[in-house]
């Protein structure tokens, strides 16, 4: 290979590189306003849920219904939360801890916190282009 041709190919991966890490920026940035966004929902299902729970009082009349609707909408907002930190630790290249909830690189093979074990790596297959 000549000279030219490794510059080239070094060219290509700094590019190929910087595009993927700009895509990762992208991506995370829309994530934390998915996250914002999740937030204000749940603060405002929580008010409406506050003030449902206030006039059950004050009436003496029971809504189960309506009250058991506000919380499984509150608890898929917190699902879908939960699938934005995983996608978050995926693009930040980190797992979170089962003992102790700390978050550390996935290179780690234990929690520098706590020193449970983390979970094994699953093995990547090698591509069909490997040869």
């Given at each position: 290979m000549s000279f030219l041709d490794d510059v080239i190919t070094?060219?290509?991966?700094?590019v190929s590189t910087a595009g993927t890490k700009g895509k990762d920026a992208?991506?995370?940035?829309?994530?934390?306003?998915?996250?914002?966004?999740?937030?204000?929902?749940?603060k405002t299902k929580f008010e409406k849920l506050g003030e449902m729970i206030y006039e059950m009082a004050k009436s003496g009349e029971k809504n189960n219904e309506a009250f058991d609707e506000m919380v499984s909408e509150i608890d898929a907002i917190y699902d879908e939360l939960a699938d934005i930190d995983k996608q978050v630790d995926?693009?930040?290249?980190?797992?979170?801890?089962?003992?102790?909830?700390?978050?550390t690189s996935k290179e780690n093979a234990y929690c520098p916190k706590c020193g449970e074990k983390?979970?094994?790596?699953p093995v990547e297959e090698?591509?069909?282009?490997?040869?």
């Open positions: 070094t060219g290509k991966n700094v992208v991506n995370f940035s829309k994530l934390k306003i998915r996250v914002s966004q999740l937030n204000g929902e749940v995926e693009l930040r290249n980190v797992v979170t801890c089962t003992k102790c909830g700390a978050k983390l979970p094994e790596k090698a591509s069909e282009t490997e040869e």
